[in-house]
């Protein structure tokens, strides 16, 4: 009989995180966006521990459809079985491990392991394995199953053991994002923008505006955001009015520990004022697709939507966009966008997809630029974080919630 020596692979036994040098209000040691030993711990204990983002309805219209969802070196699959259940498990075969799907989507009666052909049923449940002995018992070796929420029709999954609390924060923010109807989209375009840089930065990045003005032309020539001073009580004021109109709620929503809330996972949901003529984010400021949900008109806003730090949207009146900012690698992220109108909308006919992509595909550009630059300089042995800005607020609530996780 030969025996086999234990071989530990815990990170936490390697990973250089030693928080004291992290100071509050500054950014983050050079190690956190350098170290392969934190960027697979950062795996283990934030991702997998966090309510991700993988998709929407729209994905699986119907029985046996399916698609694959990629983070670091995990993969999920997400299916509709025949009942008509959505399932989320791990797409590893519980036999030796292999990859499951191979394609990214598609439609499959049953998931064949290409290895050594065990066969699982779209819920996961392990349907037959060849020459296993009569002791075998199929029922201990489904795949792994993932906690699984669908909210107004965006799927979220957590691979962890005990998910953060989603609940709490799904239910303030519902009537806000209710009149969108997010249940009856479908997705007009998705693009990826492959950005040389650790997974951190692509966040830190998405979560403050600070860099607006001087890095985005296009978009800081419609968004108020990229000067808190441009947003005048006039132009609020002009927003709120037309929102009543339209039927959209005026009241803004945050949780976070930046005020020294004890929870579970950030959310924020803050509907603010397009510049005057805008009525979208469009090159000209013309309406781009049919309004969304219910909406009686345009009221000259946009709504920021965050479901925990890593789920970000961002709702006009008549377009949706998703952006996700997916781990490859140490220092390689799949900064994903996707764009969605209403279901119903035609292209060529409703929307023309070049003009409807347009502005956050120039932004996207933009920021694949900005972000892979950071990573350039925080490589250097000689970057020491300086002090966050009062716009960049958003990085702070991102830092706290990621060093309370890990």
């Known amino acids: 009989m030969v025996t086999c020596p234990k071989i530990s692979l815990e990170t936490s ?160 923010i519902a009537s806000l994002t209710a009149p969108f109807d997010i249940d009856n989209l479908k997705i007009a375009h998705s693009a990826s923008y492959i950005v040389s840089a650790n997974w951190k930065l692509a966040i830190e990045n998405y979560m403050e505006c600070y860099h607006c003005g001087p890095a985005h032309a296009e978009y800081s020539l419609s968004h108020s955001l990229k000067d808190p001073k441009s947003m005048t009580p006039e132009l609020m004021s002009q927003m709120r009015q037309a929102g009543k ?25 803050h509907r603010y004022p397009l510049y005057p003529n805008y009525l979208t984010g469009s090159r000209t400021g013309a309406p781009l697709a049919p309004l969304l949900g219910n909406l009686k008109i345009y009221d000259g806003g946009t709504t920021d939507i965050q479901i925990g730090i890593l789920n970000n949207f961002l709702a006009y009146s008549d377009h949706l966009i998703g952006y996700r900012f997916i781990p490859i690698s140490l220092q390689e992220t799949n900064m994903e966008v996707i764009w969605f109108v209403r279901k119903d909308a035609i292209e060529g006919k409703d929307f023309i997809k070049k003009d409807l992509t347009w502005l956050w595909h120039v932004t996207s550009q933009d920021d694949e630029r900005i972000i892979s630059l950071n990573q350039e300089g925080v490589n250097s042995h000689y970057f020491k974080p300086g002090p966050l800005s009062e716009m960049e607020w958003g990085i702070k609530a991102f830092h706290q919630n990621y060093l309370r996780l890990i």
């Open 13 to 172: 036994n390697t990973a250089n995180l030693n928080l004291e040098d992290c100071v509050s209000g500054f950014g983050l040691p050079r190690r956190f966006y350098t170290s392969a030993d934190i960027y697979e711990y950062d795996i283990k204990n934030y991702w997998n521990n966090s309510w991700i983002w993988v998709g929407h309805i729209c994905q699986l219209g119907e029985p046996n459809n399916f698609f694959v969802f990629d983070y670091g070196e995990e993969s999920i699959i997400i299916s509709r079985d025949r009942e008509g259940q959505i399932n989320a498990f791990m797409n590893v075969c519980r036999h030796r491990g292999s990859r499951i799907c191979i394609e990214r989507s598609g439609s499959r009666r049953v998931f064949i392991c290409p290895y050594h052909a065990w066969t699982y049923e779209l819920n996961g449940q392990l349907r037959s394995a060849r020459e296993m002995g009569p002791s075998f018992e199929r029922s201990n070796y489904s795949l792994r199953r993932l906690h699984l929420r669908i909210f107004q029709g965006l799927i979220f999954v957590c691979a962890g053991d005990t998910p953060p609390d989603i609940e709490t924060g799904l239910e303030k």
């Open 245 to 269: 109109i339209a039927g959209i709620p005026v009241q803004d929503f945050a949780r976070n520990r930046t005020d020294g809330s004890d929870v579970d996972m950030d959310f924020y949901c």
